[in-house]
């Protein structure tokens, strides 16, 4: 799906977007100016605003986005931005989004106190808004976001074939957040704890889906088209969905090679072994069956153009190149 065609799904926030990207220009903006240097790297260097949108596809999907609306959808992309920032630290990677990382232009110090700031901003954002049902969705996500990178580095550079070791991971730390921030951002439109509900579970669904897609991407894709280096969360110690069902279901003799090139971190060698094992297939099976779901907690809501966007997203999570 090219950009064109993202930006057509956005349409009906676009102007809710423009808006929220006004207010993190405003709420980042700082007198100091290498803190707002390292602002203005964040703003510069944003993503697809993937968060930001479903937000406000949620609240739009059931009603109209409150003035609280932008407050949260800002504070969503903010922890995400965050947790990008201390994963770069993390993994040691040069480049995000096909620009040096804070850590390769700063260093390691001044990249984690830049992720914290954004958590900081962020909740400060969410005290605003005021309701205690938002705060408590969303605070609950940062700590799955937590607890799941522990868990990462814990099993991490260990082959295994522990599928739901991978699950916990993918839940906690991306999944959860955009189930939150579906939920919250339908509460604030007036929906009722059951409707957002049903938001809450096509989030949980869609960022499963997205995140499976994601980690095959980084070995199948371009390194021009994906904005950063391939393999990185091989060389990181990352075990991802193809490469759990590869070792599970590999002969003896090439198990032994999977984890040399593993740990060797032989992109190119462990491409070629995934692919003759279907890992690459069985992993977009996968992120299909979790899109599936995602789209049979939106037929529980009314027909709207947000809604509209929201089941195109779901085809957009499958197809993507980046």
């Known amino acids: 799906m090219t950009p064109r065609a993202l930006e057509s799904l956005y349409q009906?926030?676009?102007e809710d977007l423009e808006a929220l990207l006004q207010l993190l220009s405003e709420e980042l903006a700082a007198e100091d100016p290498f803190i707002q240097e390292l602002v203005t790297h964040v703003l510069r260097t944003r993503g697809k605003l993937l968060r930001p949108a479903l937000t406000f596809l949620s609240a739009r999907a059931v009603g109209e986005p409150a003035a609280?609306?932008?407050?949260?959808?800002?504070?969503?992309?903010?922890?995400?931005v965050a947790s990008l920032i201390h994963d770069d630290v993390i993994d040691e990677s040069p480049l995000r989004r096909g620009e040096p990382t804070a850590n390769a232009r700063w260093g390691n110090q001044v990249a984690v106190l830049l992720g914290d700031y954004l958590f900081a901003k962020s909740?400060?954002?969410?005290?605003?808004?005021?309701r205690e049902a938002v705060a408590s969705r969303m605070s609950l996500a940062t700590v799955s976001m937590s607890q799941a990178e522990i868990l990462?580095?814990?099993?991490?550079?260990t082959p295994h074939t522990e599928e739901g070791i991978y699950f916990r991971i993918v839940e906690g730390k991306t999944a959860r957040l955009i189930a939150s921030a579906c939920a919250c951002g339908a509460l604030l439109a007036g929906a009722e704890e059951a409707v957002a509900e049903h938001l809450d579970r096509f989030g949980l669904h869609w960022g499963i889906a997205f995140q499976i897609t994601d980690d095959a991407l980084d070995l199948l894709s371009d390194p021009q088209i994906l904005g950063k280096p391939i393999g990185s969360d091989?060389?990181?110690?990352?075990?991802?969905?193809?490469?759990?069902?590869?070792?599970?279901?590999?002969?003896?003799?090439?198990?032994?090679?999977?984890?040399?090139?593993i740990q060797e971190g032989d992109v190119e060698g462990l491409r070629q072994e995934l692919l003759r094992y279907g890992s690459f297939a069985y992993a977009r099976e996968a992120a299909?069956?979790?899109?599936?779901?995602?789209?049979?907690?939106?037929?529980?809501?009314?027909?709207?153009?947000?809604?509209?966007?929201?089941?195109?997203?779901?085809?957009?999570?499958?197809?993507?190149?980046r």
Do not use: C
């Not at 909740?123 to 005021?130: A, D, M, N, P, V």
């Not at 060389?235 to 984890?259: E, F, Q, W, Y």
């Not at 599936?292 to 997203?313: H, K, Q, V, Y």
């Open 123 to 130: 909740f400060h954002l969410l005290s605003r808004i005021g």
């Open 152 to 157: 990462q580095i814990r099993y991490g550079n």
């Open 68 to 80: 609280e609306s932008r407050a949260l959808a800002a504070a969503v992309e903010l922890i995400h």
């Open 12 to 14: 009906p926030v676009r």
């Open 288 to 321: 299909r069956r979790h899109a599936e779901w995602a789209l049979e907690a939106l037929r529980a809501l009314p027909a709207a153009p947000a809604r509209d966007s929201l089941i195109g997203l779901t085809e957009f999570v499958l197809v993507r190149d």
């Open 234 to 261: 091989i060389r990181s110690g990352k075990m991802t969905l193809p490469i759990i069902h590869a070792l599970r279901h590999a002969r003896d003799g090439d198990r032994a090679r999977l984890v040399r090139l």
